[in-house]
DNA sequence: GGCTCCCGGGG
DNA sequence: GTGTACGGGAGCC
């Protein structure tokens, strides 16, 4: 009987049976059930546009070729009206059997020269199946059809139609969050094929559990043992089959957890066959290693909140601890890691508090996850893809993706991706970008930032930017000029039809626009607030794409009027907040900073209205915030200062830091302590004495010996046999040392080492912690090269310089290091 | 000054 | 899976 389902879909794959390609549609039925949904309807195709007056259609429906062992052929083709290049072109629609041979058929025909191009051969099916089809994930769908047997740990439905049915979303996805604890002991690189797993934790609704194999005792109830790491994995697929989450989230996930699981798996040729198919976890390593399952969202908490919420944050590290301080203002649990290998081995009595520290992971990725499923939900609905895609994009995919969708719907065809020259060739094409006044180094006070409100976007918009509108024949002479500053770059942009790109980012704008007014309007609404930084998100991310590289719809001609329009009108603000009598401290592309220079913010404000009411269009100035103190620091010693780089202290006494090399692990620590604590002293206290007063004591504290040598060792980690390398590095020339004594080194080793006195080089120079002494380690270098470069331009702005933080130290001879 | 190498996240 | 996707700084040569 046949039967008709609404279904929230949350993945799509395909599958061959029986020579056909089958798209499988995953997701959960309005009653709350997981559904497999089959579609045997849809052909794999793509576009040829032939040259005019061409006639290929004959030639091309006569194409087949073996390949190994199989047939590629086409099935059949139609014409079919289109847009390319804002040209209106008779295509061909090229089918094929099974969407492997579309790439096969298009690498025959590429050179023929009856045609114009070959197009949109490289869209994944499933994802040309949602195009397609109009379907959204995460959105209503209507399926009608009837229930077959297939291997499926899931019902499965055979649809005989399929249609989207409204834009409900599925509201609360079930989420399981995991994290595993590795055996590691100290010093030792990460390696999955020596050390076992010994704890894996779980946190969902309702749901907290803990399993590791050394028995203690305890009293937390979500602690279980079991008998060894064997049963352990067991446990990890058991706990998936049972609690069935739509979304499995881990932090890193993709690239720690799941390849380290799978790894351990393959030990006792366990098979992680947690898939809704049976089907393995599927673990692809390239640039970025990826992990899949299918039918199941496996969503990496920490790629999503890199990818896409990365620009939006304070912190410039990402480790669990600093993004959940940031988004939820909770931390890890505080245990000292390098211990937990030797209570593991000695004293498993201890092992409870990092059974506490394994579930709080768990539960802070989970609470990631809860907090920023709305920005990833709203992403899905406005681009169309699954969350599984989305995760894993970034911004320049994320538009494409988008414009391929609307291209569907406005029968354009896609441009291409640029081939190995083409890419080349755009690598080499520079333009210039965003207007930067540079700061003059220094602290000030009571600073009013203004900003352009989605400045590129509402340019590329106003103007009508877009690779079919520029230059056009109808406007030649009549259309205003881009402002280049070079006579060569002259560019124009149709004022009678509306481009592609700037139609689809003015539709942004405004959809962005309306919800804002709701917002106003309304009550909090995370979901709409999510929905409104996806827009502006989407929308911001244009205009990179139109000068980045890989781009379908690339043209650097484009992104250079947009910047080109961007310094015009940034300059017109600066001008104007001069001539008001403001004093522009700082600019750069999009924002100004000024400072009162004794007038109200009151005054301020009023100056922005007045330039709001002189902008075109969407285009808007925005207060973007007041500071009481700031320091702008340059980059290079010298009068003015480095874009980009500076420190603000808000009203309510926060730091916001930009631009300082957050400093990273092949750093010792105590440069890494000294830059912290003379921002926090100079901005917070301003105190810029005091600051410099607790540098000396730092210098004099290396000077003396006094800085545990903890402090001083700097961390390198080995990536390839110590033979490979070409260059020998300090951390090379220890770990050649440590091969020598027959100690184990090779790929992801942790050095270890601490520069001591010597020759010249610091190769030479570098000493392994433990055969060094408190007073053996390089004083000069690391005042030198450690602490004086991460707070040298702090103090510059100050006027002072590194003589100043030696001085009445009696320390003569270090001028010639000046 | 160019080339080579390492960083990220995870334990 | 209708595949192949960083960007910046330090030290060596």
Redo the contacts with the bound molecule.
Sequence with gaps: MAEKIRFFPLEVT?KIIDGK?VIHLYGKTIKNEQLCVLDENFE???YVIPKMGKEVQEKLEKIKVEKENEEAAVTKTEIAKRKYLGKEVDAVKVYTKL??D??IIREIIKDWNVLESVN?????????YLIDKGITPLTLVEVEGDFVTQKSKVPVLKATSIKQYSDDALENPRILAF????Y?P???A?APEKNPIIMISFYGEKFEKVFLWKKFKTDLKYVEFVDGEEELIEKFKETIEHYRPDILTG??SD??DMPYIKTRAERYKIKIDIGLDHSELKV?H???T?SSIRGLTHLDI?KFI?KTMGGSFDTE?????NTAKELLNEKKLDVD??G?SVIWDKTPAQLGEFCEYNLH?SVLTYKLCKKLLPNIMELVKIIGLPIYDIN??GFS?LVESYLLKQAYNFKEIAPN?PHHDEIRQRRMQTYKGGFVYEPKPGLYSDIVVFDYRSLYPTIISSHNIGPETINCDCCREKAKVAPTENKKEIYWFCTKKKGFIPLMIEDLIKRRMRIKEIIKERKPSPLLDAREHSLKLLANSFYGYLGFF?ARWYSIECARATTAWGRFYIHNVINKAEGAGFKVLYSDTDSVFLTLDGKTKEAADKFAEKINLELPGLMELGYEGFYTRGIFVSAKAGEFGAKKKYALLTEEGALKIRGF?TV???WSFIAKEVQEQVLNIILKENKPEKALDYVKQIVKGLKNKKIPLEKVII??????ETQ?????????AIAKKLKERGIEVGPGFMIKYVVTKGEK???DKAKLPEEVKQEDYDADYYIE?QVI?SVEKIFAVLGYKKEDIFEKQGQKQLGKFF
């Design positions: 395909y390609a794999p195709y793509f969407p492997k579309v790439p949109e051969y490289d869209i994944q099916f499933r994802r040309r994290d595993i604890e590795t590691s100290l010093g030792k990460i932090y890193f690239e720690f692809k390239g640039r970025t990826v920490f890199v590290a990402y480790s669990l601890n890691l390098d937990m992971d894993r994009m995919q991706k890989g090399e990273r692990r092949n961390h390198t980690q080995l990536q390839k490979d390398y070409a260059a020998i590095g300090p951390h090379v080089k610091i190769r090269n470069p």
